[in-house]
């Protein structure tokens, strides 16, 4: 009962003409970019952070939100239409969603993505408003060392559990924590790893990473590709609006990926590719057409990953807003918007920030609203922004990029840090190296090493602190058989199948 | 990259691979020195600003090893990637355009530097017509000057081509208040 007195407490903050606007501006901007290859969420949010400086924090996140959730939503169009996953979650809508276009169901391949994308949206967000309380009452027992062994967790399912090779995901995060490191240890003042130089003393701006491994990164990327071929846009063809059958066979699998994508979303792991996968599994398992599946492209296959990539999406808002833990790059960022404003995200913050929290949970939901109908009637419009050309399309991030970066002190230190992040991050992609956990390596790592310093502070430097609270030992387990169990459990499968047999690049 | 070779067996040494694991290994070495240069006070010696420093070395070390271990087994590069040559000419305009920026954006002014900057970009990605190019990013780099950055409250200091909108701009508003 209390949630609802303070879900509509939220929907009167929410409800204020200014916040509508942001939700609105959010929202369009969101699916814009969403719709727009090489632009992602986390970068439109990391170079629109210095916005936290302008306006209030529910504002802020009311606009971060929107952009959050309309970028799903506009990457399905892109994933349908183009055949050009925007985003990893979004591989499987194109799976189906595309084949389903070129038959000539692309209207309905985008209306079973828009509106399940609202009922697993809305539903998500509804999971939010009653499970964040729950966590927060769990939350609250937490100390140091139990938050350092969740964190623990999170950084081995983020990098080493998904994606395809731990060793890789496992050094990007590394990566991200030497950048998290630079600069001033808050603890003791003492700078760290900054080379002697004046200008690393504050640290490296998330911005700049953001930008680097996502903009500058993305670019030469793109640049060193164009002998691979292009991807044409399908002409959208068909009524947008579904026949009773393709309702029929919709509905179910919508509330299927919710149910799948949320409680996936709301573990401390995150991830949106892992639900999206076993959505698409299960709805090709349970669907009466199987023969589409993979020919002309089934309607189950787009419905049920859809539903559950959004529904995850509002899952990841849940360890994000109850325990400051951020499960993906983008989420990581909004961290460091909340801090940003000084304000920290844990346990405490739905009962001090309740305006805050209660505001986004109900702008969210306001939200979903806005992108359906931007989504469904204006369509036209997203189909008309993916004609935008490469040249013109990536010098003008790039140009966006200048501004994010040398705005933050008009260092061009800034500039040439950005240039070497970008060339990292060209490498990563070419060489098959996640890059969110770069993000969340250099957000969440002071963070760890906060709590672990703490914790060892209170015991005294006995580290006996991690594996003697019950709590702790569980965590750090969890985290240790998501490191181990899958690699022993691919040698016996190995073993069983073939022999011993060496297998390339399981790296 | 440099293995072209589609019918070579994997089992070979993969020397981009084997260069990015030893790249690694140099981070964790730039690590433990700059950890090094951290000077501790005895009063924080169990948990101090150096213990974080030196856990992410040692995985770092451990991690670097993994990585060249896989690229004398052959690598790990997606065949997708390898099969696709990579277009230096279009990337070496791009390295250009960012280049430019960097010099230019002091002496000339963040428009200027970066229409000269979308110019080269567009080249790179195979646009040929510069011209056009050069009054789109000059349109793109006013908004995101006037537009963006104003909106942010971002500084993003002005040169000339800014300074001369601003005088206009200055001398239209105090025209029409009279």
Known sequence: METLNQLAHGFSVAFTPVNLMWCLVGTTLGTAIGVLPGLGPALTIALLLPITYQVAPEASFILFAGIYYGAMYGGSTTSILLNTPGESATIVTALEGNRMARSGRGGAALATSAIGSFVAGTLGTLGVAFLAPVVVKFALAFGPAEYFSLMVLAFITVSAVLGSSSVRGLTSLFIGFVIGMIGVDLQTGQPRFTFGMNELLDGVDVIIVAVGLFAVGETLYMASRRYAGKDEIVPLKGSLYMTAAEWGRSWKAWLRGAAIGFPIGAMPAGGAEIPTFLSYAIEKKLSKHKE???????????????????????????????????????????????????????????????????????????????????????IGLWVRLLKIPAPQLYAGILVFATVGTYGISQSPTDLVILYLLGAAGFLMRRFDFPTAPVIIGMILGPLAETQFRRAMTISNGDWSVFYKHPLSLTLLTLAFIGLVGPHIWAYIEHRRRRGPEHVPGDA | ??????????????????????????????????????????LYSKVGPTVFPYITMTGMVILSLLLIVAALRGGWQPEEEKETSTD??????????????????????????????????CHGFGSRHPLR??????????????????????NIGAGFIENELNTVINAIISTLRG
């Open chain 1, 292 to 378: 589409e599946f993979g020919t002309v492209g089934a309607i189950e296959g787009v419905a049920g990953p859809e539903a559950a990539n959004n529904a995850s999406a509002a899952g990841v808002l849940v360890p994000m807003l109850t325990l400051g833990l951020p499960t993906s790059a983008t989420a990581a960022i909004m961290l460091s918007a909340f801090q940003s404003y000084g304000i920290n995200p844990g346990p405490l913050l739905l009962t001090t920030q309740a305006n805050l929290v209660w505001g986004l949970i109900a702008s969210l939901f306001i939200a979903n609203v806005i992108l359906v109908i931007l989504n469904l009637p204006l």
């Open chain 2, 1 to 42: 990259m440099s293995i072209s070779d589609p019918q070579a067996p994997r089992s070979r040494l993969a020397v981009p691979e084997l260069l990015i694991g030893i790249g690694l290994l140099a981070c964790a070495a730039a690590v433990a020195w700059q950890t090094l240069a951290i000077p501790v006070s005895p």
């Open chain 2, 88 to 121: 230096w000419k279009a990337m070496g305009f791009v390295v250009a355009g960012l280049v430019a920026n960097l010099l230019l954006i002091r002496p000339l002014g963040f428009t200027a530097a970066s229409v000269i900057m979308f110019v080269l970009i």
């Open chain 2, 133 to 154: 190019d050069a009054l789109l990013g000059l349109i793109l780099a006013l908004a995101a000057y006037f537009g963006f950055a104003r909106a942010l409250g971002v």
